[in-house]
């Protein structure tokens, strides 16, 4: 499936009512939200069989360690329909600015605590075997309630 095909899906789920439309104005009340924020929208495509490891990774460690560097969580998806279900996990962060994203994930990189975590994770095998990343900002008619 195309990176379009998702985003147009992801659309159509947030305009249906998902919930998607109403975290990101959550996320956006009381954030700080300004004109420099970006959310940054990554699919990650996985090796057969890791999705259930990752999802886990990202629910008892990952997310606390995004939020400690700076990255803000506003939803976490796995795919329902073929051909992604099963090994595909997307999300979607909430960067102060676009300079602070990339100060982030240099951090991230070298984050002692994210090296070990996927070190012992990942001994048996990488999960990712593609990932893509999108950043975007909000527009003027955007729900910020």
Known sequence: MERRELLMGLGAAAMMGAGVG???????AGAGVTDETVY??????????????????????????????????VAYWVATDE????RTLIYLLRHKSRAAANESWAKFKVDAEWVALQ?????????????????MKLTDFSPKA
């Open 22 to 28: 109403e975290a990101m104005a959550a996320q956006a």
């Open 40 to 73: 940054e929208l990554r699919i990650y495509h996985l090796n057969e069989g890791k999705q259930e490891a990752i999802v886990d990774r990202f629910r008892t460690k990952e997310v606390a360690i995004f939020e400690r560097l700076g990255m803000h969580g």
């Open 83 to 86: 051909p992604l279900a099963g």
């Open 119 to 135: 070190a012992a994770t990942e001994k048996d095998g990488a999960f990712v075997t593609k990932s893509e990343s999108t950043f």
